[in-house]
């Protein structure tokens, strides 16, 4: 059974806790505490109910967070690092249209460095970001090639 600890008093080392069905109030003493620490009054707390009594009282469990940055060994937050595949593959199609001629061989390349770049933000997802960058770099590839066919035509 779950509840919230109401109050505990130190001195008489005893407790109450206000469960969850319906308000209900069950002692207990701090022989029957299984948690860490002392007793806090408004923790969440888990325990066996016994009549009016508690026993086997723990803290109740907690979900675990996700972390969502690393750290480094001085404890500084590592930021991540944009895909250097990335970069390229999209500086290499924003100067694809000065190689009017070998277009799109420049265009194909980028698209080769593209998929690099979504290789390597997937094999490491805590190190590298830029998988957009990568579709978009693919995205305007694409379309450059095929507008440029189109018009050949």
Known sequence: MQGK?????DDAQRGVIVGDDDGHRYWFTLADWRGRGLPREGSRLRFDARGERAEQVFDAPVPQ??????????????SSLLSPWAVAA???VA??????VW???VDALAVLMA???IRQVRRAPARYKGQALCGAAIAIAVLSVLSTGLLSL
């Open 5 to 9: 600890l109401e109050s505990f008093d």
């Open 65 to 78: 967070r996700v972390a969502r940055h690393t750290r480094d060994d001085q404890g500084r937050v590592k």
């Open 90 to 92: 999209l500086v290499l």
């Open 95 to 100: 100067v694809a249209p000065l190689f009017a």
């Open 103 to 105: 277009m799109p061989l």
């Open 115 to 117: 998929w690099a770049g």
